[in-house]
């Protein structure tokens, strides 16, 4: 029965893939069933935009749905609501009006949580998912009923039409709200306390989902209002999706760095590239309203460009835990080891992500960033000291954050697929099924594609970027085929030169060790052991030693509780029998924000409990008091 779902959904995510790109290359509709549903009807509509993440979601839906069918064997739950998710996710942005967006929002919302709440491990994750998502829902239903009473429509296009004419403080006050939850649902700090509990709890399958695509929704939703419901909004708007972004790319990066449970690490890196996507974002929300629309473009195109690398990458790697924890049943690092000779398709396109998230060239993370760099560098364009200010931020977050995830991606993939296996599950684990091979492989093909192809991707995002910027022309160039330039001759690169460049430089070494003399044929030795005759995965850097160093230098923030226990024998305290190390951080914006927040609602609750005493006396009490003040009031 699950393969039959599995593939039914491969099938049609295909299609969906199909109708996506031929709106994203200009081929616009509207449908409305006026019946359907109440208060407008079903509303649907494509633009280039729309057609650009229904792609996004049908493509990466696409390999996922077939890794399912061997990873998900045998489910007997959850199928009508992985299909009511991944449909929920191609509505939202179709829909053209406020009640079809909220009811699709709303069930793409309610389906995860589901998915999310199956697995046994993921009770907490889902009450705090369930609490996130439906405060965030909340801001998105009075922010449109507020937009709705504005401009006397539910229709996105009379918005279009009518909301710029709204005064300033009713926009403030919609954008405010709306961006919490669109923000809220991207996982941006420091609203991003369900993405890293929910996204390791789900089945990696879905968990591949929701952080390579689902997120982007938020992202979708922060596009709409900053380019086009509300029109082109204050320069603060900007600034304050700029700011967050920044911080969200470096806080996740640091919280990913210390973190051994490889999927909860993943999560972490969908705040740090959430976060380099609202950089983008933000740098064409300051740029547009004061009058470098030509920027504004560059780097709305970056963020796109990032959007789609990381639905790419990031399912590629979710993908890959998710084949690590079906061969060897743990998420934590610390367990893994030597996974590279029993696993290498596995191992190989693990790599590939890895190599893409990190920003090397080159791959498609690199393309992305790259963009986003040569569009923040050219800020001093805009003669305004504040906003440079700002800007300076942003491309010294960016630089940190790209570096720290290289950084990351070297321990994730040296602790869990080099060196010696440390536990027995590691030691017996097994290569992936057929099904889920192909689909990594799908995967790590799209990154390469995507980034030694970016002379093909660059135009359709340019027209895209283009129409959201009321047609400013995008300062960016394909020369000779294989070459991208950005602003006449600011900058310029060639992923597919790069590429062969490397390709030749390999061909070169291999060549070379062939003219030495060099033998081909095996010798087998035992490693230098620091005196030892045979290598133990004890003698190896574990994923604490590796992090050890970030959190001596990042100690402010990460404010970890150190415990050594050392356990003497009791003739000699000369023999250790054995010695444990735990340094757990701590989270700041549980420690200063939720925690607090979480004492006040309790004692919120305790005075309401008070009040409902249960005696009925007390109740008509009640009664006669607010009759009393209505009458007085009236």
């Known amino acids: 029965m699950s393969t039959a779902i599995y593939g039914l959904a491969a099938l049609a995510s295909l299609a969906a893939g199909a109708v996506g790109l031929h709106g994203l290359l200009g081929g616009a ?18 633009d280039r935009l729309s057609g650009l993440f229904v792609a996004v979601v049908a493509f990466t839906a696409l390999p996922v749905s077939v890794y399912a069918i061997a990873y998900d064997r045998g489910a007997r739950s959850g199928m009508g609501a992985y299909l009511t998710f991944l449909g929920a996710m191609l509505v939202v942005p179709l829909a053209a009006n406020a009640i079809t967006f909220l009811l699709a929002w709303e069930l793409m919302s309610l389906a995860s949580w589901q998915l999310v709440a199956r697995e046994r491990s993921g009770g907490r994750a889902a009450w705090v998912y369930a609490v996130m998502t439906h405060a965030g829902f909340a801001c998105l239903l009075v922010g449109m009923l507020l937009l709705a009473a504005g401009t006397g429509s539910l229709t996105f ?26 923000a809220g649902k991207a996982g941006v700090i420091p609203l991003h306390v369900w993405l890293p509990l929910a996204h390791p709890a789900a089945p990696s399958h879905v968990s591949a989902l929701m952080s390579g695509v689902m997120v982007k929704l938020g992202v979708y939703g922060l596009i709409r209002i900053g380019l086009d419901w509300l029109g082109t909004g204050p320069p603060w708007w900007g600034v304050v999706v700029l700011v967050a972004g920044t911080f969200s790319a470096v806080i996740g990066v640091l919280y990913a760095l210390v973190d051994h449970d490889l999927k909860r690490l993943l999560a972490f890196h969908t705040i740090e590239n ?20 030509e920027l504004a473009a560059l780097a709305l195109v970056a963020a796109l460009y990032h959007t789609v690398n990381h639905a790419a990458f990031k399912a590629l790697l979710f993908l890959g835990a998710g084949s690590v924890l079906h061969a060897t049943g743990t998420r934590n690092m610390e367990e893994m080891g030597g996974l590279i000779k029993r696993m290498p398709w596995t191992a190989a396109c693990f790599l590939v992500g890895s190599i893409a998230i990190a920003g090397l060239p080159p791959l498609n993370g690199f393309v992305s960033e790259w963009l986003t760099f040569q569009a923040l560098l050219q800020n001093l364009s805009v003669a305004r000291p504040a906003l440079n200010l700002v800007f300076a931020l942003a491309l010294a977050g960016l630089a940190l954050t790209a570096g720290l995830a290289a950084a990351c991606f070297v321990k994730a993939f040296g602790i869990s697929f080099l060196g010696l296996p440390r536990s027995e599950e590691a030691a017996h684990a097994h290569e992936a099924p057929a099904a889920m091979r192909a689909a990594m492989v799908a995967l790590a093909l799209a990154c390469a594609g995507l980034g030694i192809g970016a002379t093909l991707i660059v135009p359709p995002l340019a027209a895209v970027a283009a129409e959201l910027t009321r047609g400013a022309r995008v300062p960016i160039t394909v020369f000779g085929g294989v070459t991208v330039r950005v602003s006449g001759d600011f900058a310029s690169v060639s992923t597919l030169t790069v590429a062969a460049a490397l390709g030749v430089a390999v061909l070169l070494l291999v060549a070379g060790v062939r003219l030495a003399g060099a033998s081909a044929r ?26 050890n160093p970030f959190k001596r230098v990042f100690d402010f923030f990460y404010r970890p509780r ?55 006396n007390l109740y008509l009490a009640y009664i006669l008091a607010a009759l009393v003040a209505m009458l007085v009031l009236g």
């Open 29 to 46: 509709w509207t449908l409305t069933v006026p019946w359907l549903v109440p208060l407008g009807g079903l509303e649907l509509g494509m």
């Open 157 to 182: 296009a009379d918005w279009r039409a009518a909301a710029p004419a709204l005064d300033a403080t009713t926009r403030h006050v919609i954008f405010v709200l709306l961006a919490l939850g669109f």
């Open 274 to 293: 959430v976060g380099i996507i609202l950089i983008g974002l933000g740098a064409a929300l300051v740029f547009q309203p004061v009058g470098a629309r």
């Open 522 to 547: 095996a010798r087998v030795s035992d490693t230098w052991g620091c005196g030892r005759i045979v290598q133990t995965a004890r003698m190896q850097y574990t994923a604490t030693a590796f992090s």
């Open 562 to 616: 150190r415990r050594l226990d050392v356990d003497l024998h009791p003739e000699s305290r000369f023999f250790v029998r054995s010695i444990a190390y735990e340094s757990p951080t701590r989270s700041i914006f549980d420690d200063w924000l939720y925690t607090p927040l979480m004492a006040a609602l309790g004692r919120a609750t305790a005075t309401a409990r008070a009040i409902q005493s249960g005696s009925a």
